[in-house]
């Protein structure tokens, strides 16, 4: 016979286990996301000169585009939009 009141009966492990870390960080990482796509959508497109293009004629809506897609994987396109355009080092063109 199944025992349906096994100890503790209360929900405590969904809220304090392994699953609430993971849903803080899930939420985390889309909020984090947010705020990537809204720094992304108001830096100028000039900032988005990537040597390989040369033009960067549509680099903002590329990483716009990434971070967007990107959200429910993990929010990889926010981390890579964070290391490689907001925390680059700006060019010194003398």
């Known amino acids: 016979m199944f025992n349906w009141f096994r100890f503790p009966f209360w929900p405590i492990r ?8 993971l849903g ?16 992304c959508l108001k830096r100028p497109a000039s900032k988005f000169y990537n040597p390989i293009t040369h033009e960067g004629k549509y680099d903002k809506l ?3 585009a990434g971070i967007a897609l ?12 964070f290391f490689v355009i907001k925390r680059a080092k700006p060019e010194n063109k003398e």
Do not use: R
Request: overall charge negative.
């Open 24 to 39: 803080v960080l899930a939420v985390l990482g889309v909020i984090f996301s947010v705020i990537m796509l809204i720094d």
């Open 62 to 64: 590329i990483w716009a």
């Open 14 to 21: 969904p809220i304090f286990g392994f699953e609430a870390l």
């Open 70 to 81: 990107s959200l429910s994987f993990y929010c990889v396109g926010a981390i890579a939009y």
